[in-house]
Nanobody, 122 residues
Framework: QVHVVESGGGLVQAGGSLRLSCAAS????????MGWFRQAPGKERESVAG???????YYAESVKGRFTISRDFAKNTVSLQMNSLKLEDTAVYYC????????????????WGQGTQVTVSS
């Protein structure tokens, strides 16, 4: 069993920054990828960023150049630094653990956090 907890969401003005953090415990695979997804109201959950066990990264086109994913392998944590936030970044952000990174893409694993709300205001 894997326990996943996100933190760092909140309300920010457009153009501002937020940093999300995620801590995983339990059966976290040493060679598993970790990533972030988001779901806006009325929309499907979408992949935002992912990082492999060797540090290779994936970003959705909509966040490239603005978001940065990083990982602490020793602590089983993953963070998402979000800069230049836009109104369309408003969503619930979910951390995903034990995913797969393949051919430059991140594929979700079975373990999810409960989500943290990010709201960008004008």
């Amino acid at each position: 069993q894997v326990h996943v907890v996100e933190s760092g969401g909140g309300l920010v003005q457009a153009g501002g920054s937020l940093r999300l953090s995620c801590a995983a415990s339990g059966r976290v695979l040493n060679n598993g990828a970790m990533g972030w997804f988001r779901q806006a109201p009325g929309k499907e959950r979408e992949s935002v960023a992912g990082i492999s066990w060797i540090g290779s990264t994936y970003y959705a086109e909509s966040v490239k150049g603005r978001f940065t994913i990083s990982r602490d392998f020793a602590k089983n944590t993953v963070s998402l630094q979000m800069n230049s936030l836009k109104l369309e970044d408003t969503a619930v952000y979910y951390c995903n653990v034990n995913g797969r990174y393949y051919n430059g893409m991140y594929y979700a694993g079975p373990d999810w956090g409960q989500g943290t709300q990010v709201t960008v205001s004008s």
